[in-house]
């Protein structure tokens, strides 16, 4: 390579600190491991490194005097060429990919840049071009691309409900199952729901002294409400780590990455419909069962709540005749044996009334209650022309309780709720139940277009053996006093809402952790 190949090119000297010698510039072009042309304004070749002639097969007495279009497949499209000498002859660098062709005409992937060479004056004199062969390069990001469309096609395919999840529950990628289930749900991300679901799970067998991991978890079945009377949704969840390298240039040597938690749910509600409808069957035997001591002994407990009144007046009127008299009055006498004689049956009668079965304490699902005993009322909804408007917050946080005793509580509320609506002549007969989380606990909203309860009984009601039904219709019940003590053994609270203008709303609000 000599000065006089470069159109007005400047002494090198000039451009080259004192301290190195023009010639280490040359040896530097020479031995570059990139491909590094010169050509004139025309795109004459001037000068090729040995690079070049690897890469393309012409040797340098080859291709000085034949223009660059030698490499040319002719297969780029006319625009980036275009694009190319648009930008060249304005004295802007350009760079980007063309098809070429070696002497062999074998072809490669070029990554070109060109930079124009210019005078002091600004004047295009050369254009410097560099290339390297990235077919290789190319081929595997075909490899990756097509991998990864080809891995989402079968994910999105997958037949359950695939989401990825960063550390703080945000979902990074989704198939098509997870969109529906976005769908159904109404809500922006039902992957940390279900993370929440499992999590307390998991924490729940640490505190039994089973070991776990957040980042590995298998069959974990989570139960999903949805509303609008639509059956439950049942999902068994497993999650593995996944571990992404970080490509950040400083941590090349320092390692380093993320964590991702690959999340799959599979639905199972079919399997579980059928379990639940043993399960539900069982239960009415159960509940049946229930209801039918529960009103033996209400009706016990009624008549000793009744007969005590008499016996107790008939003891203050025999104290006054023993006052008055003296103890052998015959009156005094003759009703102290009528009244020892009432007592003694009286004491039979409360022997004869059933205890309450005593219940475990476990695990709840406030809505799968409420389902319970909406599902178990469903012929007297439907004898009674009942619209239900089931509103369950998708999924409520568990507590610890007595689930008989809680279905009970809802069973008495929306037994309540049916007669009031029951009553002759009246149209409006709507129910509706709703569930929500709030901080530490869950409220249950059960409420009904009957008649209504006036502002002066909205206390009475709870008071045992206090009904507003009239005499002789049925026997006075115990059922919101039972509920309410139920709530109160949960740490919990039921009030009729003041603010209901028509018709009744009882709030139930329990605590999901009780302090014992």
């Known amino acids: 390579m000599t000065k006089k190949q470069f159109q007005g090119e400047p002494p090198l000297a000039d451009a080259v600190s004192p301290g190195i010698h023009p010639r280490v510039f040359l040896h530097t072009v020479d031995q570059a491991d990139t491909a590094i042309s010169i050509t004139d304004v025309h795109g004459n070749i001037l000068y090729v490194n040995p690079a070049f002639t690897r890469v393309t097969g012409y040797g340098a007495e080859e291709a000085i005097g034949r223009n660059e279009s030698i490499l040319s497949n002719k297969t780029t499209p ?152 639509k059956p439950p949704r049942w999902y068994s969840c497993s999650g593995s780590r996944v571990r992404e390298d970080d490509s950040a240039a400083d941590a ?75 103890e052998g009055d015959p009156m005094a006498v003759a009703l102290a044996d009528a009244m020892a004689t009432g007592q003694q049956a009286l004491a039979e009668l409360r022997a004869m009334i059933p205890a309450e079965t005593r219940e475990a304490e476990g695990v709840i699902n406030v809505n799968e209650l409420l389902r319970d005993v909406l599902d178990l009322a469903t012929v007297r909804l439907l004898a009674a022309g ?57 409220e249950i909203a059960i409420e009904d277009s009957g008649p209504g309860i006036p502002p002066a009984q909205q206390l009475k009601v709870f008071e045992p053996f206090y009904t507003t039904k009239r005499e002789g219709h049925r026997h006075l019940g115990t059922g919101l006093a039972v509920a309410q003590q139920v709530a109160a053994d949960h740490g919990g609270t039921v009030a009729i809402d003041p603010e209901k203008s028509a018709g009744c709303r009882v709030r139930v609000v329990l605590p999901v952790k009780r302090h014992v």
């Open 252 to 326: 090349f040597f320092a390692g380093g990455g993320r964590d991702y938690l690959l999340l799959v749910a599979k639905e199972i509600t079919g399997l579980r419909a059928q379990q639940e409808k043993a399960r539900v069957a069982a239960l009415q035997a159960v509940m049946a069962e229930e209801d039918r001591v529960s009103a033996l002994r209400e009706s016990l407990s009624a008549a000793t709540f009744r007969l005590e009144g008499p016996l107790n007046m008939m003891a203050s009127v025999v104290g006054m005749l023993a006052r008055r008299n003296g």
């Open 78 to 229: 006319p625009e980036v060429y275009k694009s190319l000498w648009h930008n060249i002859s304005r004295g802007e660098a350009w760079s980007g990919r063309l098809i070429n062709r070696r002497r062999d005409g074998s072809k490669y992937l070029a990554e070109l840049s060109i930079s124009p060479v210019v005078d002091a004056g600004g004047e295009i004199l050369n254009y410097l071009g560099m290339h390297r062969d990235i077919t290789a390069m190319h081929r595997l990001e075909c490899q990756v691309k097509n991998q990864k469309a080809l891995i989402e096609s079968v994910v999105d395919a997958a037949p359950m409900v695939i989401a990825l999840l960063d550390v703080d529950d945000r979902v990074v990628l989704d198939n098509q199952e997870y969109k529906k289930l976005q769908a159904d749900l109404g809500m922006a991300e039902p992957a940390p729901m279900l993370m929440t679901a499992i999590r307390a799970g998991l924490e729940t067998e640490a505190a039994n002294g089973r070991r776990s991991s957040g980042y590995a978890f298998l069959d974990r079945e989570v139960r999903l409400d949805l509303p609008g009377g």
């Open 386 to 442: 009942i619209r239900v408007g089931w509103k369950p917050q998708a999924m409520l946080p568990a507590l610890q309780g007595y689930p008989n005793k809680l279905r009970s509580l809802f069973k008495a509320l929306i037994d309540n709720a049916i007669e009031a609506m029951s009553a002759r002549g009246w149209r409006e007969r709507e129910l509706a139940v709703i569930t929500r989380a709030q901080l530490g606990s869950i």
